[in-house]
T-cell receptor
Framework: RKEVEQDPGPFNVPEGATVAFNCTYS??????FFWYRQDCRKEPKLLMS???SGNEDGRFTAQLNRASQYISLLIRDSKLSDSATYLC???????????FGDGTTLTVKP | GAVVSQHPSWVICKSGTSVKIECRSL??????MFWYRQFPKQSLMLMAT?????????EQGVEKDKFLINHASLTLSTLTVTSAHPEDSSFYIC????????????FGPGTRLTVT
């Protein structure tokens, strides 16, 4: 079993749709959680950190469920520019290094 | 925000030659730098973790004699692909984390290596 697993995708949605991605992690000692966005042939860029209390940034909402060991990303009112691969990233306490999921590809169509 | 640069952004080399890739943190001190490799349509695969002034820690399956990593200062790490072969062709990305223990990583723009 992979340490971090994501919805396989791809997700193809129309503009304006709401889409949700889930990610599960296997190590209960994991401490920090992030969603990154990666455009084709570019480096990943931090989208948002994920906190136990949940956090929202505009159309994006991230949530963490430690008991079930999963995190989610909700995108409301999808834009064409949201088309990208979304990477779930998990850090273990004290490890420093990050474990990446395989990514979920989102395509928003007009 | 924190900026990480990589040089070169792309390189084409002949099989058997060596290629050096630089990763620099431009506006912060990076205690730890990470080197990743990404093949087309796959996720990032961590190759090694390097801390300034000490030897890099390589992930299982990554040959340390082939992928030489040097982290001589808090702002510079280098990856040298020695005796490159076509199967080493990939997108190499570095990232750096600062001293704030947030575990947030700042990624360089990547280097696309093609070995002919």
């Amino acid at each position: 079993r992979k340490e971090v697993e994501q919805d396989p995708g791809p997700f193809n949605v129309p503009e304006g749709a709401t889409v949700a991605f889930n990610c599960t992690y296997s190590n209960s000692a994991s401490q920090s959680f992030f969603w990154y966005r990666q455009d084709c042939r570019k480096e990943p860029k931090l989208l948002m950190s994920v906190y136990s209390s949940g956090n929202e940034d505009g159309r994006f909402t991230a949530q963490l469920n430690r008991a079930s060991q999963y995190i989610s990303l909700l995108i409301r009112d999808s834009k064409l520019s949201d088309s990208a691969t979304y990477l779930c990233v998990v850090n273990m306490a004290g490890a420093g290094k990050s474990t990446f999921g395989d990514g979920t590809t989102l395509t928003v169509k007009p | 925000g924190a900026v990480v640069s990589q040089h070169p952004s792309w390189v084409i080399c002949k099989s058997g030659t060596s290629v050096k890739i630089e990763c620099r943190s431009l506006d912060f001190q990076a205690t730890t730098m990470f080197w990743y490799r990404q093949f087309p349509k796959q996720s990032l695969m961590l190759m090694a973790t390097s801390n300034e002034g000490s030897k890099a820690t390589y992930e299982q399956g990554v040959e340390k004699d082939k992928f030489l990593i040097n982290h001589a200062s808090l702002t510079l790490s280098t990856l040298t692909v020695t005796s490159a072969h076509p199967e080493d062709s990939s997108f190499y990305i570095c990232s750096a984390s600062g001293t704030d223990n947030s575990y947030e990583q700042y990624f360089g723009p990547g280097t696309r290596l093609t070995v002919t």
